[in-house]
């Protein structure tokens, strides 16, 4: 594996095939019942309420955390920087922002695989009732999805913390990142969720974070960090789309934050049947009409919609 850095714009640099295979857990494919069974939940529901997590995203390159034996927390002793971190710490501010500057270029190159797509797809052929996201690495969007509520929110874009200024893009402010450190270079062969790598401190030690270019206070991506809550005006309104919904399909998550299970709970008041597609066990599975252990691209696209 090779890794390179330029001075505008750091790029890690993965073999195509590899960066695709190496964080989908071992799996085996759908039989023929489970795939008539799916059909057949899918077929039955008019207004279908979908709930996706990192799992379908790891079929297109981008590393989850979760996953049995290739997710971050099984690779490595490293854990996502807790929002009091980034707040209160300069020097973890600045950590997460050098991090975050060297692994921009390939996880915003990510794109949409045929799960993505495939719900895209059902979209324009009326199935889709809403579907919410735990992702927040746009895939959806690149597919076409619209009907979509992004429950942790999306790293293509940056607020203000102080001040609440959203005028630039993620994208916008790698270029400001980049004229603020001319000459500020860095290496690492790896990428983890949420377009985190890992520096060392020697690395970190020149690099300026950008600060906020309305008031020069402290930026960060428009995302929900770990330690951090999830909006409760978006929550209620996800619970209001859920309640007009008439069946639930989970696809890719573990459903382990209760930022997400809380709706398989909300789906069991309203009487909901609810069906998921995800490798291994879920906290949802007590609670699933049918559960299905395979990779999503193995056999959401199969469904044909009626």
């Given at each position: 594996?090779?890794?390179?850095?330029?001075?505008?714009f750091?790029?890690?640099?993965?073999?195509?095939l590899?960066?695709?295979?190496?964080y989908?857990?071992?799996?085996?494919?759908?039989?023929?019942?489970?795939?008539?069974k799916?059909?057949?939940?899918?077929?039955?529901?008019?207004?279908?309420?979908?709930?996706?997590?990192?799992?379908?995203?790891?079929?297109?390159?981008?590393?989850?955390?979760?996953?049995?034996?290739?997710?971050?927390?099984?690779?490595?002793?490293?854990?996502?920087?807790?929002?009091?971190?980034?707040?209160?710490?300069?020097?973890?501010?600045?950590?997460?922002?050098?991090?975050n500057?060297?692994?921009?270029?390939?996880?915003?190159?990510?794109?949409?695989?045929?799960?993505?797509k495939?719900?895209?797809?059902?979209?324009?052929?009326?199935?889709?009732f809403?579907?919410?996201?735990?992702?927040?690495?746009?895939?959806?969007?690149?597919?076409?999805?619209?009907?979509?509520?992004?429950?942790?929110?999306?790293?293509?874009?940056?607020?203000?913390?102080?001040?609440?200024?959203?005028?630039?893009?993620?994208?916008?402010?790698?270029?400001?990142?980049?004229?603020?450190?001319?000459?500020?270079?860095?290496?690492?062969?790896t990428?983890?969720?949420?377009?985190?790598?890992?520096?060392?401190?020697?690395?970190?030690?020149?690099?300026?974070?950008?600060?906020?270019?309305?008031?020069?206070?402290?930026?960060?991506?428009?995302?929900?960090?770990?330690?951090?809550?999830?909006?409760r005006?978006?929550v209620?309104?996800?619970?209001?789309?859920?309640?007009?919904?008439?069946?639930?399909?989970?696809?890719?998550?573990?459903?382990?934050?209760?930022?997400?299970?809380?709706?398989?709970?909300?789906?069991?008041?309203?009487?909901?049947?609810?069906?998921?597609?995800n490798?291994?066990?879920?906290?949802?599975?007590p609670?699933?009409?049918?559960?299905?252990?395979?990779?999503?691209?193995?056999?959401?696209?199969?469904?044909?919609?009626?």
């Amino acid at each position: 594996m090779m890794k390179q850095v330029h001075r505008l714009f750091p790029k890690l640099f993965f073999s195509t095939l590899a960066s695709k295979e190496i964080y989908i857990p071992q799996y085996r494919e759908p039989s023929s019942d489970e795939i008539n069974k799916l059909q057949e939940f899918i077929s039955q529901s008019k207004r279908l309420f979908i709930i996706s997590g990192a799992g379908i995203s790891t079929e297109s390159g981008i590393p989850d955390y979760r996953s049995e034996g290739v997710g971050l927390y099984a690779r490595t002793t490293n854990r996502p920087m807790m929002y009091q971190e980034f707040l209160t710490n300069p020097k973890r501010y600045r950590m997460y922002w050098a991090r975050n500057y060297v692994g921009w270029p390939t996880f915003s190159a990510f794109q949409p695989n045929q799960t993505h797509k495939t719900f895209a797809n059902w979209e324009t052929q009326n199935k889709v009732f809403w579907h919410v996201t735990q992702n927040v690495d746009s895939l959806l969007t690149k597919a076409g999805c619209e009907l979509l509520s992004e429950l942790h929110g999306c790293s293509a874009r940056v607020v203000c913390v102080d001040c609440g200024y959203k005028g630039i893009t993620r994208e916008q402010l790698q270029e400001i990142i980049s004229k603020d450190n001319p000459v500020w270079t860095a290496q690492s062969n790896t990428i983890n969720p949420d377009a985190d790598v890992y520096l060392t401190e020697e690395q970190l030690s020149d690099f300026k974070p950008p600060r906020c270019p309305q008031c020069s206070g402290r930026i960060r991506p428009d995302v929900t960090f770990f330690g951090a809550n999830v909006d409760r005006g978006l929550v209620n309104f996800i619970k209001e789309q859920l309640s007009k919904s008439d069946a639930v399909l989970v696809a890719g998550s573990s459903l382990e934050v209760m930022s997400s299970y809380r709706f398989i709970l909300a789906a069991q008041e309203f009487k909901l049947p609810i069906a998921i597609v995800n490798i291994g066990k879920t906290r949802g599975d007590p609670a699933a009409k049918l559960k299905i252990s395979t990779r999503c691209g193995s056999i959401l696209p199969l469904i044909k919609m009626n």
